[in-house]
């Protein structure tokens, strides 16, 4: 069996039937020039002409090759899923509406996409269909990095926010380099580096986008082959004063980056020969892309307090050594050694599909990492699929996890004296926690908060779990963390009846998560570390959690943790219960109205 895989353009229609099992590309098909002078291309054979006046009736030729009755599933690429849409989307009417609705934020993308979305639903109507969101996986970019500095009411609007692009792209490749080095990707910091006629790199921390170059549209960022990346606001205005908002979209888009430097073309193999050949326009083009290409790499290292990975995919990524060199010249000071000899002939693959570019002794890995979006979005359309017949009615039950502190024992020593031990006040729901009788005070740089929860028994390192409000009384800013992860976390100071301890590290703000039980894994089709949405209905603040991460273990309690901000935000009362989704798609869940105490129930 067989996933479609469509990419539609205004005048295009790109098709792959991609093997559920092995991955592998079956057939691959292009139609061009749709409405007028249509052409078609199979397996990159010599194109013909055909009669395609409109994405149904080239679709009807693509699917007359690709024996139809084999499909088991069509994902489509759609580039703009604004705020609504933040991960694989099974297709209804009201994903359709929905779709048609952010059309605006993708003028000359989505209206194409929308257009091959609905020939395939009328020709295959009996098929599942996903759409794949080129920015969805960039939703989880924090509020710092996807905020522009407009005018509040502006800056909040869904119109005016970045929202990043090739994000199946980034996505995979990130997958595939943590595959490759035999490590969890929730463990990594990948800077991944999608260069091609359109560029963009992505910050990925613990398999999570955190920062991207491309913004609101795909014009932001790098340079690219005929697209100016960024550039000084002011000069746009003085540019459309002087051209028209027209001419200027069509010079910025078009006739700018690689080409409009070089004036030989937006190829990069094009501009590298002029370059060889002596042409200093051409030189200044590399030279300008590959510095911006440099900044974003030392900048995203920042972001994200260091670099274990750099991938370089896309065609110019997967196969320019001369653009990789010069992306990491000089980067020696972030711990990244390149192999220059191993550098100037690698090339990334199908056959190949990750080349180790780096030193031996180079802290930072170096990675050309052969892309596959059509594989990436048949592989999101099976997953949906899988799991969109999960049963109806499973709960999980939510509770508030309200700021507390988890003590060593040499810190609850040094706060409530010699010898002292934690003392059990109630047990909570998770095996063998207990909230405790003594209390601390948190002290920052800006106030405190006094008689805050230590939970016990005492772990081997001190934690505080803090919510964003307490976050601004304290003056701290505390990442977004799961339990345990401290690393590279601010501190402040502990104040206890009998002594004070000043943490180094150690405050988080704590990632929403499900407890869950292997048992309750499978039930809900789920693996530890997963990342899911959970819906709530609660009288009139009806509320959808994503980035919900999944806790498997033997000892655990079901039972899904969000902090104080979050709970006061849903107006959660006692014995909610979320309907747990992995389709993109939400439920109705099931409630009692008692209240219940936001202190019971701390991760």
Do not use: W
Not at 173 to 178: E, H, I, L, Q
């Amino acid at each position: 069996m067989h996933v479609l895989v469509l990419n539609c353009g205004s005048s295009s229609l790109k098709a792959a039937l991609i093997h559920s099992v092995s991955g592998k590309r079956v057939r691959h098909a292009q139609v061009e020039r749709i409405g007028d002078g249509a052409t078609l291309s199979v397996d990159a054979l010599e194109s013909t002409k055909v009669d395609a006046t409109d994405h149904s009736s080239a679709l009807t030729l693509v699917l007359a090759l690709f024996a139809a009755d084999s499909v088991q599933a069509v994902g489509h690429r759609v580039v703009h899923g604004g705020a609504a849409f933040t991960r694989p989307t099974a297709i209804d009417d009201d994903v359709e509406q929905g779709i048609e609705a952010v059309s605006g934020l993708a003028p000359l993308h989505n209206p194409a996409n929308l257009a091959g979305i609905r020939a395939a639903r009328a020709a295959l109507p009996n098929v599942p269909h996903v759409a794949v969101f080129d920015t969805a996986f960039h939703a989880t970019l924090p509020r710092r990095a996807r905020t522009y500095a407009l005018p509040f009411a502006l800056a909040e609007s869904d119109a005016f926010r970045r929202y990043g692009f090739h994000g199946p792209s980034h996505s995979f490749v990130a997958k595939r380099a943590a595959e490759s080095l035999e490590e969890d990707i929730r463990d990594l910091r990948i800077i991944s580096c999608h260069l091609g006629n359109g560029a963009s790199a992505c910050a990925v921390e613990y398999g999570r986008s955190v920062d991207v170059s491309m913004g609101l549209t795909p014009l932001e960022g790098l340079v690219m082959g005929t697209r100016s990346g960024d550039m000084d606001p002011g000069l746009v205005l003085q540019l459309v004063r002087e051209y028209g908002v027209d001419r200027v979209d069509t010079l910025l888009n078009r006739e700018s980056g690689l080409a409009g430097l070089s004036g030989v073309g937006g190829d990069l193999r094009d501009v590298e020969a002029a370059a060889e050949n002596g042409d200093d326009r051409a030189g200044l083009a590399i030279a300008v892309a590959a510095h911006r290409l440099r900044k974003y790499i030392a900048s995203f290292a920042a972001v994200m307090g260091g670099v274990d990975v750099v991938v370089f995919t896309g065609g110019i990524g997967e196969n320019s050594g001369a653009m990789r060199h010069r992306a990491l010249q000089r980067m020696e000071f972030m711990g990244i050694r390149l192999d220059e000899t191993a550098n100037r002939t690698a090339r990334a693959s199908a056959g190949e599909p990750v080349v180790s570019l780096h030193r031996m002794n180079s802290r930072v890995r170096v990675l050309a990492v052969h892309t596959d979006e059509e594989q990436a979005i048949a592989q999101a359309a099976l997953r949906v699929m899988n799991r969109a017949d999960q049963a109806e009615g499973e709960t999980i039950p939510v509770a508030i996890s309200a700021r507390h502190v988890h003590l060593s024992q040499a810190h609850v020593e040094a706060l409530f004296g010699v010898g002292s031990t934690l003392t059990p006040e109630v047990e909570l729901t998770q095996p063998g926690q207990f909230a405790c009788k003594e209390r601390v005070s948190l002290v920052g740089s800006r106030g405190r908060i006094d008689k805050v929860r230590v939970i016990g028994p005492a772990r081997g390192r001190t934690q505080v779990e803090v919510a964003r409000t307490d976050e601004f009384k304290l003056g701290v800013d505390a990442p977004v963390r799961m339990s345990g992860d401290l690393d590279n976390t601010p501190g402040l100071t502990l104040e206890g009846p009998e002594g004070s301890v000043d943490l180094e590290s150690g405050v988080i703000c704590s990632q929403r998560h499900i407890h869950m039980t292997p048992a309750d894994a499978e039930r809900f089709g789920v693996s530890h570390k997963d990342v899911v949405e959970v819906a709530l209905d609660t009288d009139g603040r009806d509320l959808v959690f994503g980035d919900v991460v999944v806790r498997v273990k033997d000892s655990y309690a079901l039972e899904m943790h969000v902090d104080t901000d979050e709970g006061n935000a849903a107006e959660l009362v006692r014995g909610v219960h979320g309907v747990l989704s992995t389709t993109g798609r939400v439920a109705s869940i099931r409630r009692r109205d008692d209240r219940f105490d936001p202190t019971e129930s701390p991760s």
